[in-house]
């Protein structure tokens, strides 16, 4: 399998890291504007976007010239300049942020459990809670608003401010105001240290009709992949999979890759297109897991590695997306360390699906649509883990109420007939042409 090195970002701002180190150095002994500089050539070889968001980057070679006492105001300068390429996911990273993302991609996070971003309208939302944390436990939900953190406005707040006041010591609390449709209220949670899991206890299990469900509820842990192959090898006598990338942000490249793999014996994975235009493909291997037929769920908050995934099995006539169009996040990005311990994520490429297509805020559109209203969340037919009248450990997946599964389930049920007539309708062609020899 053909592999580039490079990382997609999420869509949801931090939690996907491959680190590309630029130097093993550390300490406060370099020269302030030693690091500006360094910071600024980056961007000029590397920024996907050679205009650099329409303006001459040689101005910012020389704009701090003399300036630059300490590091602290080189951090401050080198997020100015970084705020001029208008790319969010381009952006500095504190040493403590850099540590927190080496932390995500070794499974271990301290806080309460949840994933944050900021919607059209800038309001600082949940993206989604994980798994058996105390953010999940304490009943956030995805589209939460986050109006206050302790008491303090988050209005004009950023991610990485939100995130840094919303973690803490094991132990200790925070306090979290919340605006669910007409509803605030406050709920005040014990952080906890996080383990990442990418399938959670119970999220892999037989379903009526002898049917398999898989929920990957992300592609962050180190052992997404080897925890893919367990569910698999133990749902192995399913007539057929969904795997459901709902509220699914994203992960790392490796095991969207790796994952894809599982189910396609040829063909295109994901395709790179770097500043210069030239396009690096991803190619499966011959070795599946199963050949069995495959639905993905997906719906507005499944972003970045599950697009890829996604894509990889639809355009490759694997599987079908039931559901609602993805995220639309399709930026490649490295994550440099720099000498002092912080660090800088600069966008680098962008990625193709198979089709050769860009999905950077277009999203991928589900063979069968199945939209959901303000009303079919509150009358609990929205996805089953995300239910306002219920805890997740109250339902079952395949219950009846959640409307994109139960779609999902009568669109498998029907793959299943076809594949079985056609398997049928070979065996006959096989034994007529056998007959007549």
């Known amino acids: 399998m053909l592999c580039t090195n490079y990382k997609f970002g999420?869509?949801?701002a931090g939690i996907e890291i491959n680190p590309t180190v630029v130097t093993e150095a550390e300490g406060n002994d370099i020269a302030p504007e030693i690091l500006y500089l360094k910071v600024w050539e980056l961007i000029r070889k590397d920024y996907v976007d050679?205009?650099?968001?329409?303006?001459?980057?040689?101005?910012?070679?020389?704009?701090?010239?003399?300036?630059?006492?300490?590091?602290?105001?080189?951090?401050?300068?080198?997020?100015?300049m970084l705020t001029s390429l208008g790319d969010r996911y381009t952006r500095f990273l504190s040493k403590k942020d850099f540590e927190d993302e080496k932390q995500a991609i070794n499974a271990k996070l301290t806080g309460i459990g949840i994933q944050i971003g900021l919607d059209k309208s800038q309001r600082l939302i949940v993206i989604a809670p994980i798994d058996s944390t105390p953010a999940y436990k304490a009943g956030l939900m995805p589209g939460d608003e986050i109006t206050e953190i302790n008491n303090d406005s988050t209005k004009g707040i950023s991610v990485e401010e939100a995130a840094t006041q919303i973690k803490g010591p094991i132990g200790t609390d925070v306090t979290l105001t919340i605006a669910?449709?007409?509803?605030?209220?406050?709920?005040?949670?014990?952080?906890?240290?996080?383990?990442?899991?990418?399938?959670?206890?119970?999220?892999?299990?037989?379903?009526?009709?002898?049917?398999?469900?898989?929920?990957?509820?992300?592609?962050?842990?180190?052992?997404?992949?080897?925890?893919?192959?367990?569910?698999?090898?133990?749902?192995?006598?399913?007539?057929?999979?969904?795997?459901?990338?709902?509220?699914?942000?994203?992960?790392?490249?490796?095991?969207?890759?790796?994952?894809?793999?599982?189910?396609?014996?040829?063909?295109?994975?994901?395709?790179?297109?770097?500043?210069?235009?030239?396009?690096?493909?991803v190619v499966a291997d011959e070795k599946v897991v199963s050949d069995k037929p495959i639905v993905i769920l997906a719906n507005e908050n499944s972003a970045s590695a599950s697009e890829i995934f996604s894509g990889a099995l639809k355009d490759n006539q694997r599987a079908k997306i039931v559901g609602s169009k993805t995220f639309g996040k399709g930026l490649v990005q490295g994550i440099n360390k720099l000498d002092d311990g912080s660090g800088v994520n600069i966008t680098i490429a962008k990625y193709l699906t198979p089709a050769k297509v860009d999905i950077n805020q277009l999203g991928i559109k589900p063979d069968i649509e199945v939209k959901l209203t303000i009303d079919d969340y509150k009358a609990s037919k929205g996805p089953w883990f995300s239910d306002p009248n219920n805890l997740p450990s109250k339902r079952k997946p395949d219950d009846g109420k959640d409307l994109q599964l139960v779609k999902g389930i009568e669109t498998l049920k029907e793959m299943i007939k076809v594949a079985n007539n056609n398997h049928e309708q070979k065996i006959k062609t096989a034994e007529k042409a056998k007959a007549s020899l």
């Open 50 to 80: 050679q205009t650099f968001n329409g303006q001459d980057w040689n101005i910012w070679k020389e704009r701090y010239a003399g300036k630059l006492k300490t590091l602290e105001d080189a951090h401050k300068a080198i997020q100015t």
């Open 10 to 12: 999420n869509a949801n």
């Open 180 to 281: 669910r449709g007409k509803e605030t209220f406050k709920k005040t949670i014990t952080r906890a240290e996080i383990p990442i899991k990418a399938i959670a206890k119970g999220h892999a299990k037989y379903i009526k009709n002898n049917l398999a469900y898989i929920r990957l509820n992300s592609f962050i842990s180190q052992d997404a992949t080897k925890e893919m192959k367990d569910a698999m090898k133990q749902l192995s006598k399913a007539q057929g999979y969904i795997i459901d990338l709902r509220d699914n942000p994203g992960g790392l490249l490796t095991n969207s890759i790796e994952i894809s793999d599982m189910f396609l014996d040829a063909g295109i994975i994901v395709s790179t297109v770097d500043r210069d235009g030239y396009i690096q493909s």
